[in-house]
């Protein structure tokens, strides 16, 4: 998946637990600009927070990069 598809999709999910990107970044202790460039497609989510964004997000980690 591209960063643009794979951000679309984070927003889709994201969206679908009816939160806002602050909710989602606290969540995961960053900063709700580092949402906001994974939604946009500059740039993929860190390992270190993939597998708590999978979980929070009801998918697994290989559904979000692959």
């Known amino acids: 998946m591209s960063a643009i ?7 889709q999910l ?4 009816h939160l806002n990107q602050q909710d989602l970044a ?6 709700n600009k580092t ?3 994974w ?3 500059e740039g993929y989510p860190e390992v270190t927070v993939l597998t ?5 997000l009801d998918v697994t980690a290989d559904e ?3």
């Not at 598809?5 to 927003?11: A, D, L, S, V």
């Not at 994201?14 to 637990?17: F, P, S």
């Not at 708590?52 to 929070?56: R, T």
Request: proline letters at 0%.
């Open 5 to 11: 598809e794979t951000g679309k999709f984070i927003r």
């Open 26 to 31: 606290a969540c995961l202790n960053i900063s």
């Open 39 to 41: 939604e946009t497609g």
């Open 35 to 37: 949402i906001s460039r």
């Open 52 to 56: 708590k964004l999978a979980e929070i």
């Open 64 to 66: 979000l990069i692959l």
């Open 14 to 17: 994201r969206k679908e637990k």
